[in-house]
């Protein structure tokens, strides 16, 4: 029994926080360091950034593809890739917004960092709709974890300052490869 591991990529394997923060003019290192000091585990502190979430996430830098195409991989984004493909086939699952130079940016991402033959990926806002008993989301938002589970999937929280599990954020890529370990029963 193969496991599909869904890996989601903003706030788990790139930087898409920080990049948005930076777009807005603050200091992302900053920010962050105050977001997980004075609102660990808020969705998104509109008093620490003085704006809703909504102009927050739709800055228009977020509608070129170069914003996604340069995002910075966390730095433990290798290792935790090598880890999971030993768990099982991994599938990068990620949400377009509504302006098509994200896809065609993370599109560019995923050739630059794998090779232009690379295929394991899906597009999409759906991700519950790949749920299954041997499928596995690991995913910084709640809700998306929450939705895969309703369908029989199993979801792994990723430790980020903005979800309930901020305070593994120091080890995230440790913390999932054992919640992996406890679904899989350490078989691939
Ligand atoms: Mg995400």
């Known amino acids: 029994m193969t496991y599909e591991i869904y890996l989601d ?12 923060i930076d777009a807005h003019g603050f200091d992302s ?6 977001w997980q000091q004075e609102h660990p585990g808020s969705l ?10 909504e102009t ?14 340069d995002l ?15 768990q099982g086939h991994v599938v990068f699952l990620t949400a377009p ?7 065609a940016g993370k599109h560019q991402w995923l050739k ?32 998306n974890i929450e939705s ?8 792994v929280l990723f430790p980020q300052t903005w979800n309930d599990h901020h305070a593994h954020l120091e080890d995230a890529s440790g913390f999932v490869v054992q919640q992996i370990e406890h679904i899989t029963g350490g078989h691939r």
């Open 9 to 20: 990529m903003d706030g788990v394997c790139v930087d898409f926080m920080g990049a948005t």
């Open 29 to 34: 290192g900053t920010m962050l360091n105050k």
């Open 44 to 53: 998104f502190p509109e008093s620490l950034f003085g704006m809703s979430a």
């Open 56 to 69: 927050f996430f739709t800055h228009e830098r977020l509608g070129e593809a170069e914003f996604w195409r």
């Open 72 to 86: 910075a991989a966390y730095p433990w984004f290798e290792s935790m890739f090598d880890a999971l493909s030993r």
């Open 97 to 103: 917004t509504d302006q098509p130079g994200c896809v």
């Open 112 to 143: 630059d960092t794998f090779g232009s033959g690379f295929t394991d990926f899906i597009f999409t806002r759906h991700k519950d709709r790949l749920a299954h008993g041997n499928a596995i989301l690991v995913d910084d938002l709640y809700r």
């Open 148 to 155: 895969f589970s309703h369908r029989d999937g199993h979801g």
